[in-house]
């Protein structure tokens, strides 16, 4: 937008292609970016970013972040990934928060 | 007076003129005497403001022909390289809070190693019971 950031735009970025995730255990997974019409809503969920310890502590949170795993990040077979897979796969707090700065990052 | 923060500066390598340049593009009033840190400043001041999807939707809606419902269907780094390719300069920013969290307290079972979510969700579920 500005003189700075003229640099040429990926046809993966006009594809909306998602961006590979790999969680501390190697296990790799697709993070695709959010749509404006999520973002807002993404914002309004007020998740914590940071620390993951509420996000999973209260049953509330844990169904906002099941509800962005399920919707925007998916196995290599693309297959969406929900919180009970998340845990079954062996993900740690810093995984969920990796995934969700992830998120933010490619949404943005 | 300078911009207080050079990580929020990402004007400090501009010229003069490119500063007025960018301030013209976006409108900004500006004094012709201003000096670079005053354009800076102006510019930063700018680049807090709230994004104007109204302006953005115009835009878009104007430059592509796209229908209406579709841009919601697009990402933002897509709607950034479409007004981009049309030349518009419009900031566009999404505020996304707790970017460092919502507590400051954490329960780290290992030294070096954070708890496995689900070791996390096996103590979080002990106290959904009560």
């Given at each position: ?23 501390r255990n ?66 740690d707090l810093v995984d ?13 | ?107 780290i079972q290992k030294p070096n190693e954070p708890p496995k979510?689900?070791q ?11």
């Open positions: 937008m500005s003189k700075k950031t003229n640099s040429p735009t990926p046809l993966s970025t006009m594809l909306g292609d998602g961006d590979s995730f790999v969680i190697g296990k790799s997974y697709i993070v695709n970016p959010m749509t404006l019409a999520d973002v807002n809503e993404f914002i309004k969920d007020n998740m914590s970013i940071g620390c993951q310890l509420w996000n999973i502590a209260n049953e509330k949170e844990a169904k906002k972040i099941d509800r962005w795993l399920k919707g925007y990040c998916f196995d290599e077979e693309g297959n969406p990934v929900t919180l009970e897979r998340a845990i079954n796969d062996g993900w969920l928060k990796n995934f969700i700065r992830k998120l933010c990052d490619i949404s943005g | 007076m300078a911009p207080s923060s050079d990580k929020e500066n990402k004007y400090k390598d501009w010229t003069l003129e490119e500063l007025k340049a960018e301030c013209e593009k976006r409108k900004i009033e500006y004094d012709f005497n201003a000096t670079k840190d005053n354009l800076i400043n102006l510019l930063i001041e700018d680049d807090k403001k709230p994004s104007d999807w109204g302006q953005i939707y115009c835009r878009i809606l104007y430059h592509t022909g796209m229908p209406y419902e579709e841009i919601a269907r697009r990402t933002l780094p897509q709607i950034k390289a479409i007004l981009g390719g049309a030349e518009e300069n419009i900031p566009i920013k999404i505020g996304i809070p707790g970017l460092f969290g919502t507590s400051q307290s954490t329960t979510v689900s996390f969700a096996e103590v979080a579920n002990m106290f959904s019971c009560i």
